[in-house]
């Protein structure tokens, strides 16, 4: 039976020769990721007393990095006893982590064709790999580390086909919010990416595109796998990979055409995204902005510290703004700094933070105060997502963030020059 990508990868994990939306099935994870946040919450760990696979399980340190309270510390030297007890080699504590989803790309623990559970909503991250990755909760995660089984009900898919490429200036976060914009949520049903155009996004647009997903409620997110893919792995895997290709003939919910070449920058108003944006040239609302941040697994990649340091060099962030701007790993921050990236950032008034969630988590990093305002290209803007309920969060991408940053309020890259900013 002719069938797509995540049908494909649940019909080899669960050992069906095929399923189809509104099947049962029992699968078996190929990796299993869980985090500090994880650990430090009471309620959210009960110790196991043993795994399934040990060599399916890594830990990674993300959320509250470097530990801002005594409960985070307690639960990060719980993670390092469980790690030592149960000899997990992918452990990246502090020196080595990162963003989960960041370092399961960088590491190869999302792999093309595989499944994918972590006690995170933005799982869905490792789709653009052609990893099938959703959020679980925590009866789930356990039964997963130590059954090695997790259910799911196979879902329906929408299919996007990508024609055309991207406006110089317009990215993957744009391309996200033109189809929350115009299809709002996907509730229910999977998130499939291909087409012609495919090849014109490159893997920072795809990634950002994939973790983005979670914010319409999508069951799981994922690209095909081609020679982009193929080449961002290079070097990452330790073993050969068996991509899932959708098969001529699947059944979806429905197919739709995404024209990359139509596609502008989008700004998205606070509380929530679907169908809640505005293209920035119609953005006609002077808004002030007290804080802007660049970071999350959605957009802490180095492509978008790039494009931040490109629009900040030679000029500066506007008085009363707090630009903060926090890389994805360890990794990715020790690339900005090679490239001197972090430089030009700092001297142009930006904040640079440890690797991690940063403020897109609203612990630590960048607390938003009650009445202000906030521009960021992380994952969220519900209310209270950044710090106080009464707070303001609007959404963009990196290039609308640091314009916004040096401008003084919500504007895009293209109102630089009208403003007076110039370099």
Known sequence: MAATIIEKILARTSGAASVRPGDLVVAKPDQVMFHDLQLAIEGLWYRPKKLSDVSRVSIVYDHAVPAPSIRDASGMKEGRRFAAEFGIERFYDLGQHGICHVVAAEQGLARPGELLVCPDSHTCASGALNCAGQGTGVVEMLQAMTKGELWYIVAPTVRYEFEGSLAPGVS??????????????????????????????????????????????????????DDVTASYLEGRLDRPVAPAHADVGAVYQDVRVVHLDEIEPYVMRPDFIPK?????????????????????????????????????????????????????????????????????????????????????????????????????????????????????????????????????????PEALESAGADR
């Open 172 to 225: 993957g976060k744009d391309v996200f919010f033109h189809i929350a914009q115009l299809y709002g949520g996907h509730s229910g049903t999977n998130m499939e990416f291909g087409g012609a155009g495919l090849k014109n996004l490159p893997m920072s647009d795809r990634r950002t595109i994939a973790t983005m997903c979670a914010e319409v409620s999508a069951e799981f997110a994922v690209f095909e796998y």
């Open 276 to 412: 809640n944006g505005v293209p920035v040239n119609e953005f006609a609302e002077h808004i002030k902005i007290d804080q802007a941040f660049i970071g999350s697994c959605a957009n802490g990649q180095i492509e978008d510290l790039r494009v931040a340091a490109n629009l900040l060099a030679g000029r500066h962030v506007a008085g009363g703004v707090r630009l903060l701007i926090t890389p994805g790993s360890q990794a990715i921050y020790l690339q900005a700094a090679q490239e001197g990236l972090l430089a030009t950032l700092v001297e142009a008034g930006a904040v640079i933070t440890a690797p991690g969630c940063g403020a897109c988590y609203g612990v630590h990093g960048g607390v938003l105060a009650p009445g202000e305002v906030c521009i960021t290209a992380s994952t969220r803007n519900f209310k209270g997502r950044m710090g106080s309920a009464d707070a303001k969060i609007y959404m963009g991408s990196p290039a609308t963030v640091t314009a916004s940053a040096i401008i003084g309020y919500i504007a895009g």
